[in-house]
């Protein structure tokens, strides 16, 4: 079962993760993107740590709802409404309960996804986060690393592909050869639950 616990540990790992390589995510926005991807990320994922540290929030559901509330208010662009979405319905879909099974987080975050899905107008195949994040899902159920494995694949799987959303959409052609930022930052995210329950 996983406890507030894990998912206060899930959001630290994912902001020490995103600060190791927010040189790197902002490299590869600065062809296609605005390049600063990184360091939106990255001020976005020190106040979750710093909200953390002062509410301490004790049951999942509210530790992941306060973390997109903070990544909403402080990370400009699209991906901060993007992963305050995905973190908020995920928040709200586990509820109230102290602690929830690996199962019922599957499901949580299928539904952050979607609410994702719904608010960006992506689906798969069009170069953005949720290249990442929809197998990452798919994968849950056979463990954490299986997700991360899986995440990590659909990121590296999007340099072939022309983007369709988002703002490496204006390239047309010219998007394509490159990964894209948001699916590696959402494997950066994915793989820090394997960190987080280690």
């Known amino acids: 079962m996983l406890d507030a616990d894990f998912f206060r540990r899930w959001m630290t790992a994912a902001a020490a993760s995103v600060d190791r390589e927010a040189d790197h995510l902002t490299a590869l926005d600065s062809p296609i993107g605005d390049a600063d991807h990184g360091s939106n990320l990255r001020r976005g994922f020190l106040a979750v740590t710093a909200a953390l540290e002062k509410e301490a ?73 949720i290249d990442a994040l929809v197998p990452a899902v798919a994968a849950l159920g056979d463990g954490f690393g299986a997700a991360a494995a899986a995440a990590e694949r659909g990121a590296e799987a999007t340099v072939p592909l022309r983007a369709r959303k988002g703002r490496a959409s204006y390239l047309g052609e010219r998007s394509i050869g490159h990964q894209d930022p948001g699916a590696t930052s959402a494997a950066l995210l994915v793989a820090a639950l394997t960190e987080a329950s280690g």
């Open 57 to 129: 929030p004790d049951t999942p559901g509210a530790v992941l709802v306060l973390a997109g509330r903070q990544l909403i208010s402080t990370v400009g662009g699209a991906s901060g409404p993007l992963y305050g979405t995905l973190l908020r319905r995920t928040g709200k879909a586990l509820g109230d309960a102290a602690e929830v099974s690996e199962e019922r987080f599957a499901e949580a975050l299928d539904a952050g996804v979607d609410a994702v899905m719904r608010l960006g107008g992506a689906a798969p195949g069009d170069k953005t986060m």
